[in-house]
């Protein structure tokens, strides 16, 4: 699968603008003054006779002040509109105009200029970074990358630089998704003020209320949409109904991605993984009790149950057509699907949790964040002009206002605010041939061909020399 040349978070993009680094600073560090440990700090007396206190010394901080002397800071990307002020000001969004505010107040804090800088060739843009990394001067300070060529090979070879020397990761303003999908080796190196596209279910609400099933939301909230009910949910949702010994109705009519990307998702909702040990650590994991439990199920509900529609070409086509139940998809989908269901309520929820889980959550293996290039010159400066250009609270605010106006009901609005906090990286895509691997697991499950522990068995060599050859590349 090709990986996709826009970033999903259109809104995000939107809404958070992420600032770049920087070229020469002299640095300056915060003047501490007495501290307080000096005798003369003593009482004194005045002109009068009486006795003075002195004036409070001023509350002293920590942070570092820099003066970049009128340099350009760079941020480099592969798409254009990224710069709020290339718009005009009377049609600017709110979110828009405050973060115009925003680089103005940091350009004169910094005495630095910000400029964006596109590099629109995505096919050899990672190529493009690291040769003028090693050239000592990276076309950007700050510089965004997807995260399958991030990890592990630009963090092990050393052109990207942790965040976490800088930046406090204990303050709540960063969210799960950065914590997580920007970590490598218990180390933080990238950057995002926002959350990409969640996965998730959505669901033809009038046709559940015309089978009579209990509305997927309402499970979910009561903490009941596990595995063992969505089986039995799907299973009584697929119908023949007018007796012709064919399907009408299928409980899952179809899958962004395919079945392919279904089993991945039900494998990490199950606690497993495909390339990650139980410590994080890249090894070979699709033979972990969890992904075999999960891989499972999905034979089962597409061979037993046969609740999955076969040889599905056009993934929505069933779904919009009334003819299914559910369709498993990213939120970013919404709009066409509305307006492929016209007439009918649409619904929208988390894959139901395994039983290896304790919590609903939603998995994605793509996702860009904003990195500090190792051999910028003002690398931390940049970091810090970025880390203050984002919206962070007042951004939220402003995307979830957004998706009010979007999301058909309050209830599938709040699985989306949910859903915000609870995403996940699925980071096998850096492997070698990854993909291609798993995609032939799954074909031989789907076809009935093997069992789930027999199909992977077959794959396992391959994939573990791949991952050994990508960590041996990283080096």
């Not at 990761?169 to 190196?189: A, I, L, V």
């Not at 395919?258 to 494998?267: M, N, S």
């Not at 606690?271 to 439990?293: H, M, Q, R, T, Y």
Request: aromatic share 12%; net charge negative; charged share 30%.
């Amino acid at each position: 699968m090709k990986a996709i040349k826009k970033p999903f978070l259109l809104i995000c993009l939107m809404l958070f603008v992420i600032m770049a680094a920087c070229s020469g600073n002299t640095e300056k560090p915060q003047d501490q003054g007495n501290a307080g440990g000096d005798a003369q700090a003593a009482e004194q007396t005045g002109s009068n006779g009486e006795e003075t206190k002195p004036e409070a010394e001023p509350e002293q901080s920590d942070e570092k002040i820099f003066d970049l002397n009128g340099e350009t800071v760079k941020i480099g990307l592969w798409w254009d509109g990224a710069d709020p002020r290339e718009t005009k000001a009377e049609e600017r969004t709110p979110a828009a105009e405050m973060m115009v505010k925003k680089i103005e107040e940091v350009e004169k804090k910094y005495n630095a200029k910000i400029e964006f800088v596109k590099f629109a060739d995505y096919e050899n843009y990672v190529e493009h970074f690291t040769t003028t990394s090693l050239a000592g001067e990276p076309f950007a300070d700050v510089v965004v990358l997807e995260l399958f060529w991030a990890f592990p090979t630009l963090a092990e070879k050393g052109l990207i630089e942790p965040i976490d020397q800088w930046l406090d990761m204990s303050d709540p303003k960063y969210n799960e998704w950065m914590r997580t999908g920007g970590s490598y080796k218990g180390k933080q190196y990238g950057h995002y003020d926002g959350s990409p596209s969640p996965y998730g279910f959505y669901y033809n609400k009038t046709l559940v209320e015309k089978l009579g099933l209990e509305d997927p939301y309402e499970l979910q909230q009561k903490g009941e949409w596990t595995w063992d009910v969505f089986r039995d949910y799907v299973k009584r949702a697929t119908k023949d109904t007018d007796g012709d010994g064919k399907t009408d109705i299928y409980g899952i009519a179809g899958a962004n991605g395919g079945v392919k990307w279904l089993a991945e998702q039900f494998i990490y909702v199950n606690n497993g993984a495909v390339d990650k040990d139980e410590n994080g650590e890249i090894k070979f994991s699709l033979d972990s009790p969890p992904a075999i439990e999960a891989l499972q199920f999905v034979s089962d509900l597409y061979n037993v149950d046969k609740s999955i529609k076969p040889n599905v070409e056009d993934q929505t086509k069933e779904f919009v057509s009334g003819n299914g139940v559910f369709y498993a998809g990213f939120s970013w989908e919404l709009s066409g699907l509305i307006e492929g269901l016209a007439g009918q309520e649409i619904g929208y929820v988390f894959l139901p949790k395994g039983p290896n889980a304790d919590d609903y959550k939603s998995y994605t293996p793509f996702g860009n964040m904003y990195f500090a290039a190792k051999y910028s010159k003002n690398a931390e400066a940049a970091m810090h002009i970025y880390d203050e250009i984002n919206l962070y609270g007042e951004g939220r605010k402003l995307t979830e206002e957004s998706w009010a106006m979007s999301w058909p009901s309050k209830e599938s609005l709040d699985t989306r605010k949910q859903m915000y906090d609870k995403i996940g990286y699925i980071s096998y895509y850096a492997v070698p041939d990854g993909e291609k691997l798993f995609e032939s697991v799954v074909k031989d499950i789907t076809d009935g061909k093997v069992t789930p522990a027999t199909a992977v068995d077959k794959v396992k060599q391959q994939f573990e020399a791949n991952i050994g050859k990508l960590l041996s590349d990283s080096k």
